[in-house]
T-cell receptor, first 118, second 116 residues
């Protein structure tokens, strides 16, 4: 079975300081992993994805994430936060190797609300 | 050049009414989805269609019925609306890859449904 745990429901940082949003996953198969961002009253935008290629994945807006199989983690980082980064972030796992109706299904974490202080 | 669009963006209605939400994608994808985001922002899949065929049908009340007239459209019809149906509903689409896998899902802007 697939599941995602986002370890922090809220993260607050000052502008210009590093961002770390933590995510652990559980998957019966080799997973595909994603980070999506949702700005207030907006839809979901793909930040980056891991699909069994390079373990360090670079995304948009300076974000990156590292897939660590031994730790079953896929933490999202950014060296320097910007005010515009304030949003809800979702870690997502996809079942790409399963069978039947679970194939292609996305399993969302509960989200991490990122606040950026000036 | 909107990729995945939904109408309406906001929908306010009374309990017991029937309403529909429309979704269209111009990405040439053949798989489309409906998700529900609750008041705590948790997202869960409701339905998935591939080439107009239902392939994922979660435990959703029978009052919810998806309809796919063609592979670029997936509409959601809700009968006898209840207070608990208030949520944000997101449509998404993806391409189908080899071996029945699916590519990245792209989401629409969401429809905020409020049932009074």
């Amino acid at each position: 079975a697939q599941s995602v745990t986002q370890l922090d429901s809220h993260v607050s940082v000052s502008e210009g300081t590093p961002v770390l949003l933590r995510c652990n996953y559980s998957s019966s198969y080799s997973p595909s992993l994603f980070w999506y961002v949702q700005h207030p009253n907006k839809g979901l935008q793909l930040l980056l994805k891991y699909t069994s290629a390079a373990t360090l994945v670079k995304g948009i807006n300076g974000f990156e994430a590292e897939f660590k199989k031994s730790e079953t983690s896929f933490h999202l980082t950014k060296p320097s936060a910007h005010m515009s980064d304030a949003a809800e972030y979702f870690c997502v796992v996809s079942d790409q190797m399963g069978r039947g109706s679970t194939l292609g299904r996305l399993y969302f974490g509960r989200g991490t609300q990122l606040t950026v202080w000036p | 050049d909107t990729a995945v669009s939904q109408t309406p963006k906001y929908l306010v209605t009374q309990m017991g009414n029937d309403k529909s939400i429309k979704c269209e994608q111009n990405l040439g994808h053949d798989t489309m989805y409906w998700y529900k985001q609750d008041s705590k922002k948790f997202l869960k899949i409701m339905f998935s269609y591939n080439n107009k065929e239902l392939i994922i049908n979660e435990t959703v009340p029978n009052r919810f019925s998806p309809k796919s007239p063609d592979k670029a459209h997936l509409n959601l019809h809700i009968n006898s609306l209840e207070l608990g149906d208030s949520a944000v509903y997101f449509c998404a689409s993806s391409a189908r890859l080899a071996g029945r896998r699916t590519d990245t899902q792209y989401f629409g802007p969401g429809t905020r449904l409020t049932v009074l």
